[in-house]
C-alpha cells in the first residue's frame, strides 16, 4: 500500500457491517470445501465486533493446524493476491481482494502459532464495552491521518489487549 494512504472511517457503519457480513458468508461458502477439514474460518475484523468503528473492510483468519498450513496457503494463493504490505512466515501468511467490495483481507495462521491472535483481540473487543470505547477513540484521533500512523498505534493497542487478555 502506498506510504501516502490515509486512515479513513467510513460515516455508515450499519451498512458496511451488512455488506461485511454477506461477504463473509460468500467467502466461507467458497473456502470450506477447498480447505482441510479442521480449518476454522472467522470474520475477526472490526466489522464483525458491535460498536466498533470501521474503515468499512472485511478482515478473515483462516485458522489450520501446523500440517496443514502449506496446502492452505497453495489454495488461498491460487485464489487471493498476497499482501505484499504484510509479514510471510512458516505459520503465517496474509492475502487480500481489493476488488471485492467491501475490501477483503484473510490472514492465514496456523492455531497457537505465534501471529495466532486475531480471534483473540476480536473475542476481547467482543466481551469488553471499554475496550471497544478506547479501541474507538484510538480510530477518531487517527481519522485522515496517515495509515501507517494509525497502524503504529492499532499494533500498540492491540499488544496491550492480548497481554491482558491471554
Known amino acids: 500500500m502506498p506510504h501516502a494512504q490515509r486512515f479513513r472511517l467510513i460515516e455508515d457503519d450499519g451498512a458496511a457491517r451488512a455488506a461485511a457480513e454477506q461477504l463473509f458468508a460468500v467467502v466461507r461458502r467458497t473456502l470450506e470445501p477447498v480447505l482441510p477439514a479442521a480449518t476454522e474460518i472467522l470474520h475477526v475484523g472490526a466489522t464483525a465486533i458491535p460498536g466498533c468503528l470501521t474503515k468499512g473492510d472485511l478482515d478473515i483468519v483462516v485458522r489450520v493446524e501446523g500440517q496443514d498450513f502449506a496446502a492452505a496457503e497453495s489454495c488461498l494463493a491460487a485464489r487471493f493476491a498476497r ?84
Open 83 to 166: 499482501n505484499d504490505g504484510s509479514v510471510r512466515t512458516d505459520d503465517f501468511a496474509a492475502f487480500e481482494d481489493a476488488g471485492r467490495m467491501p475490501h477483503l483481507g484473510i490472514q492465514l495462521t496456523v492455531k497457537g502459532g505465534p501471529l495466532d491472535v486475531f480471534h483473540r483481540f476480536a473475542a476481547a473487543l467482543r466481551a469488553d464495552p471499554e475496550l471497544v470505547a478506547r479501541y474507538n477513540a484510538l480510530k477518531r484521533a487517527h481519522h485522515d491521518h496517515p495509515m501507517t500512523l494509525y497502524r503504529a498505534a492499532k499494533d500498540a493497542f492491540i499488544s496491550d489487549v492480548l497481554r491482558c487478555c491471554p
